[in-house]
């Protein structure tokens, strides 16, 4: 039995790891929180109370004891130093190349990704600052993909929905332009289904964009968002901004994978 560990049960890993337990996998998961250690345990888990930090390696053996390690740690200020994040991922994976897992999926961003107004492929990331963090997302990816010690995937998720989330908060009552220009997003049902695809058709050491495939405009999704969560809509202005379209068809290609929610407007309740 192929055994999977998930460094990061929060909104997307823990059905994740859920979904993959209910396949056949063993699966291990980490959370920082006691409340969760019931949750992880119902769903057929073996969980590990965690604070994964910025050093001590040795400390995340328990939990990579497994095939493959799939990385959902979303950004955090951690220590309040610079480049925590960056020194957080490389840490796992440190501990990593000190384990029995010999493949590594990594959770990353489409903001790698310029806004010149077009659409945009794999090989056309470029080292851009994020704006959740301060590193570059290409220097978070190759903390795994550049380690020689295992293999990686890289899979670069566009804006997330999908659950109790709903997008449209961020910007309920306040200023947005560019309300006629179109946006990337991915329902959590297929962030877990390309996840499941990848590991099904062993397509490790690549990369792949994953994002719905209908670009909606910011108007259309964010005031739906906030309609759902009876919040007053943004202020819309439609003065332009600079924008990306995500292609995926790598994706479709390479995996063969089609989309559960190809509209982001009408997943938004789901």
Request: proline letters at 8%.
């Amino acid at each position: 039995m192929t055994t999977i560990s998930i460094i990061g049960c929060g909104w997307l890993g823990l059905p994740l790891g859920q979904q993959l337990v209910r396949a056949g996998y063993a699966v291990h998961g980490t959370t920082t929180t006691a409340a969760k250690v019931k949750l992880l345990q119902a769903a057929g888990m073996q969980p590990h109370l965690l604070n994964v930090t910025a050093s001590n390696a040795t400390a995340l053996q328990p939990a990579l004891q497994a095939d493959i390690a799939i990385v959902t740690l979303p950004p955090s200020s951690g220590d309040d130093q610079p480049q925590f994040y960056l020194r957080q991922l490389q840490n796992v994976a440190e501990a990593i190349a000190l384990s029995p897992v010999s493949k590594v999926l990594f959770t990353s961003a489409t903001a790698v990704y310029p806004q010149a107004n077009q659409a945009v492929v794999e090989a056309d990331a470029v080292r851009i600052e994020s704006p959740f963090s301060d590193t570059p997302w290409l220097d978070i990816e190759q903390a795994f993909s550049a380690d020689p010690r295992f293999v990686s995937t890289i899979v670069r998720f566009a804006g997330l929905i999908g659950g109790d989330y709903q997008p449209g908060r961020y910007f309920s009552g306040k200023p947005l332009s560019g309300a006629d220009d179109p946006v990337n997003m991915i329902h959590r049902d297929d962030c877990i289904g390309v996840i499941r695809a990848i590991i099904e058709h062993k397509a490790w050491g690549d990369t792949f964009n994953a994002c719905a495939d209908q670009h909606p405009s910011r108007r259309a999704l964010y005031g739906a968002s906030c309609a759902m969560a009876q919040l007053p809509p943004p202020l819309f202005n439609t003065q332009p901004k600079p924008y990306r379209l995500i292609n995926c068809d790598k994706l479709k290609q390479r995996l063969g994978y089609r989309f559960i929610h190809p509209d982001p407007v009408a997943a938004l309740g789901i």
